[in-house]
């Protein structure tokens, strides 16, 4: 059984800038973290993998940076990693990502099972995953609280607003998994030692068999159109009061006026 987990480095939550002009996130020189949601796919692989037999591959996209991620990824028990990097990958939305994230797993296949994070806290879009399984052909399932493998392939607990869902489905498939599916594992320092040392592979736009002009900035349909910081402003009417009922009786009125009671 290959299961591949997808990775992501992404800027601390307190360190996200924009480039005004380009409308793509500034990722050189920020202090970078493995993508919360990820840990937990990393870790709910390693544990299929012990329960399965399997072996797993971390996969990531990024500049040579995101490498940090793929050895925290090994440290946790991964068995192999890859990196997509390259200039022609900058600035790719999450359509242009997932094109080749979706290559990357051709490649590295045959997989019977792809991991993600349910969402990236960079993007909050929640779409690469789907996205990747999309254009695999592979059915696709999100939320997912708890997984166990049986005989006919998934069985998947699903979080739903109010409650869950028990869904099963055949594999290959793709998986996009919540935060309370596990607690991620902490690796040793003998295994973060050893990732250091680690050779890890970088495929660029070549090795994938993908059109340069559906990678990167020039392969994104979408745009950021414009970045801004929002203006707040207040029109504040100060009601007081002096012994009497003048300040309640027009705020009152006021609100009254405005339609609110």
């Known amino acids: 059984m290959h299961i591949i987990v997808l990775v992501k480095q992404v800027p601390a939550t307190d360190n996200v800038r924009m480039d005004e002009k380009t409308g793509t996130m500034i990722r050189a020189g920020s202090d970078s973290v493995v993508n919360p949601t990820d840990e937990n796919a990393v870790t709910e692989a390693v544990r299929l993998k012990k329960e399965a037999g399997a072996t797993v591959t971390a996969l990531s996209m990024g500049p040579e940076a995101a490498s940090r991620a793929l050895r925290e990824a090994y440290a946790m028990g991964v068995d192999r990693c890859v990196l997509l990097s390259g200039r022609a990958f900058a600035g790719s939305d999450t359509i242009a990502t997932a094109r080749a994230l979706a290559a990357a797993v051709r490649k590295a296949g045959p997989v019977d099972l792809v991991l993600a994070g349910e969402r990236a806290t960079d993007g909050e879009t929640g779409q690469t995953g789907p996205m990747v ?32 869902e028990r869904m099963a489905c055949p594999l290959p498939a793709l998986v996009t998994v919540v935060k309370g599916i596990n607690h991620p594992v902490v690796p040793s320092l003998h295994l973060k030692l050893r990732a250091k040392k680690l050779d890890i592979p970088q495929w660029g736009a070549a090795d994938l068999e993908v059109p340069a002009g559906e990678l990167g900035l020039n392969g994104s349909p979408t745009r950021v159109a414009r970045i801004f910081s929002p203006k707040l402003s207040r029109n504040t009417v100060w009601y007081r009061e002096n012994g009497g009922h003048d300040g309640l009786t027009a705020l009152a009125d006021w609100l009254t006026g405005e339609g609110l009671i």
């Not at 052909?137 to 997984?147: D, S």
């Not at 607990?157 to 869950?164: A, I």
């Open 133 to 164: 399984g999309a254009l695999l052909g592979l059915p696709v399932i999100t939320y997912a609280q708890k997984l166990v493998l049986g005989e006919g392939g998934l069985e998947v607990e699903r979080l739903v607003e109010g409650g869950f």
